[in-house]
């Protein structure tokens, strides 16, 4: 079993919609990333969040320690949208650990 | 611009070949990190760096093989690598320990034929 999970592994969506994507993890956590991955791999880190809730233009994001449970949000959903979304967590013993991803496709 | 930048972009190798991947940030940070990432697997984290020391290898087979001259300048030598080693290669840096934000390189993919 992965330390992290994620779901849905796949996700489709209308335009405009708003997106969840969740992320839930077994291990002491000292911080929780969330990596956006485009096709042809280029990754970027959107969030790095140890509490609480964190937004920058149309995403948010918010973690729950007490439930191990981190939550992506995405508003109003545009078809540039689309890419892989990963979390990853870091443990109390600095060792890193990520989920398989999420494939976001977000239709005109 | 992301200010990591990894060469070469696709890499194809026989088993028998020795090639090296490199990797250089421009952010004045002072860890790396190597990671592979197969097809339909999690990210899997290879190796790390801090002030130019190895501070991790995650039972990484020898016929991968991190150099760290500086801490502007990664590099992953490879050597008789088998086909399922292929993958696409990431970079990484950020300020020490995988606290801070991470910014990753555009990746190499590579085959192993």
């Known amino acids: 079993k992965n330390e992290v999970e994620q779901s849905p592994q796949n996700l489709t969506a209308q335009e405009g919609e708003f997106i969840t994507i969740n992320c839930s993890y077994s291990?002491?956590?000292?911080?929780l990333h969330w990596l956006q991955q485009h096709p042809g791999g280029g990754i970027v880190s959107l969030f790095m969040?140890?509490?609480g809730k964190k937004k920058h233009g149309r995403l948010i994001a918010t973690i729950n320690i007490q439930e191990k449970h981190s939550s992506l949000h995405i508003t109003a959903s545009h078809p540039r949208d689309s890419a892989v979304y990963i979390c990853?967590?870091?443990?109390?013993?600095?060792?890193?650990?990520f989920g398989t991803g999420t494939s976001l496709t977000v239709i005109p | 611009e992301t200010g990591v930048t990894q060469t070469p972009r696709h890499l194809v190798m026989g088993m028998t070949n020795k090639k090296s991947l490199k990797c250089e940030q421009h952010?004045?940070?002072?860890?790396m990190y190597w990671y592979k990432q197969s097809a339909k697997k999690p990210l899997e984290l290879m190796f790390v760096?801090?002030?130019?020391?190895?501070?991790e290898n995650n039972s990484v087979p020898s016929r991968f093989s991190p150099e760290c001259p500086n801490s502007s300048h990664l590099f992953l030598h490879l050597h008789t690598l088998q086909p399922e080693d292929s993958a696409l290669y990431l970079c990484?840096?950020?300020?020490?320990?995988?606290?801070?934000?991470?910014?990753f390189g555009p990746g190499t993919r590579l085959t192993v034929l």
């Open positions: 990484a840096s950020s300020q020490p320990s995988g606290v801070y934000t991470q910014y």
């Open positions: 291990v002491g956590i000292s911080a």
């Open positions: 969040l140890s509490s």
């Open positions: 990853a967590v870091l443990n109390t013993g600095n060792q890193f650990y």
């Open positions: 952010l004045g940070h002072n860890a």
């Open positions: 760096y801090n002030f130019k020391e190895q501070t």
